[in-house]
């Protein structure tokens, strides 16, 4: 059993500290205490390994600085964003040190923030356990693009009781279970491909999966739905990916439009910026994103827009030509600033499923000023490899394979 390191707010919560680290140890583990509370500990007799001093150094500001301002208004925020940081960078420092094998926190909203954005930086695989009372909610903020387990508290972490322990004892033996076994895959060191998907581009994803594979490398498939983007640009940052087939590429135009699957500005850069082998689609391309369809804005509800209602949960609107247009050149731009092997393919009958010859959405107009806005924007070192196909036509997927073949022969 390894060393579980456990984090909380020892000025409100040092009875369930107490607890859960006698679970930790009644399981064979051995608890390191992390206090992210500002002011003075309950009385207790808990050990702490790195106190709140330590933590509020390492965020670059003194404990008795983060205790003048208070409980209130500003100073409060500052003193949890100090706290925050202290925590990342300890976690980080003390995960590549080898000196704990998990982390489980617990804690209210406020506990709650800090502790799963310092999970954050910790890479995929350190098993890292949450129990919050937000957990029921929206867990973005507390998740981000990382593995943490969430326990919804079920209560408010406000004492011992026979709810309260049944929780944390289930949470401390989650923590303890992951950290008695190693960290590492012991699978053997295949390449590891990553590949982007949505429902309208399954098909083409699928007959590409299956080609790699049997090429010998791994693949790991990404939902093109904001998080999914993200969390692939993430994972390729951490090193964890050596190359992209990136053939959904659809949150770019969410970010541009203000469909609500955007990935951010910084979606399809990172495995440029890695000079690692990828292959560029501007698959889904014409796709932005909305919930159920009266959720979609009054201003996508006008006549030169087509609308589909996807499912009972997803809307989508086709852009118009000169969003199109726009969103080549962004296209261009960021696969111009790649600094490994890059190729784009472009699919010229058709972006999806519903943009096929003969489908609702067939626009060869608006796709022509997609196309040419990628063709006079990218670098001009980078192969442009345009198949008379739609995306989700067999000899588009095989062409597709082919330039990443080609790629990953010559990185």
Request: include cysteine.
């Amino acid at each position: 059993m390894g060393n579980v390191l456990l984090v909380g707010t020892l000025d409100t919560k040092g009875r369930e500290m107490r607890y859960i680290m006698d679970e930790i140890r009644a399981l064979g583990g051995e608890p390191l205490v992390a206090n992210i509370g500002v002011f003075d500990p309950m009385p207790t007799d808990v050990p702490i390994a790195y106190t709140a001093q330590d933590i509020a150094e390492a965020g670059g500001e003194s404990l008795a600085e983060l205790r003048t301002g208070g409980e209130t208004g500003g100073a409060r925020a500052h003193a949890m964003t100090v706290m925050t940081n202290g925590l990342s960078a300890i976690l980080s420092r003390e995960n590549e040190a080898g000196r704990f094998d998990a982390v489980l926190g617990f804690g209210g909203s406020s506990g709650s923030s800090v502790i799963g954005a310092a999970m954050q930086v910790l890479p995929v695989g350190v098993p890292k356990v949450l129990v919050s009372t937000m957990a029921s909610g929206d867990t973005t903020p507390y998740v981000g693009t990382r593995d943490i387990t969430l326990m919804y508290s079920v209560t408010d972490i406000a004492g011992l009781n026979r709810i309260s322990r049944v929780v944390l004892r289930n949470a401390a033996r989650a923590a303890a279970g992951m950290a008695s076994g190693p960290l590492t895959d012991n699978a053997d060191d295949q390449p590891l491909i990553a590949i982007t998907m949505f429902g309208v581009t399954t098909p083409c994803v699928m007959a590409v999966q299956e080609q790699i594979e049997e090429d010998g490398f791994e693949t790991t498939v990404f939902h093109a739905t904001g998080s999914g983007g993200r969390a692939m640009e993430d994972l390729v940052r951490d090193g964890l990916v050596d190359g992209v087939i990136d053939l959904t590429t659809s949150e770019l135009t969410d970010e541009l439009v203000g469909g609500v699957l955007t990935a951010g500005p910084a979606r399809m850069e990172a495995a440029g910026l890695a000079g690692i082998p990828q292959v560029l689609v501007p698959g889904a391309l014409e796709v932005v994103n909305f919930g159920a369809e009266p959720t979609v804005p009054t201003r996508f509800r006008v006549p030169e827009r087509m609308l589909h209602v996807h499912n009972a949960a997803v809307t989508i609107v086709r852009t118009l030509p000169e969003e199109a247009r726009r969103l080549g050149e962004i296209f261009a731009q960021k696969a111009s600033v790649a600094t490994g092997p890059t190729a784009v393919v472009l699919p010229l009958k058709g972006l999806s499923a519903l943009d096929a010859p003969g489908q609702p959405w067939e626009n060869p107009v608006g796709n022509a000023q997609l196309f040419d806005a990628i063709r006079c924007g990218l670098r001009e070192d980078i192969p442009i490899i345009e198949v008379d196909a739609a995306i989700n036509d067999p000899v588009f997927a095989d062409a597709c394979v082919a330039a990443f073949r080609d790629l990953w022969a010559n990185r």
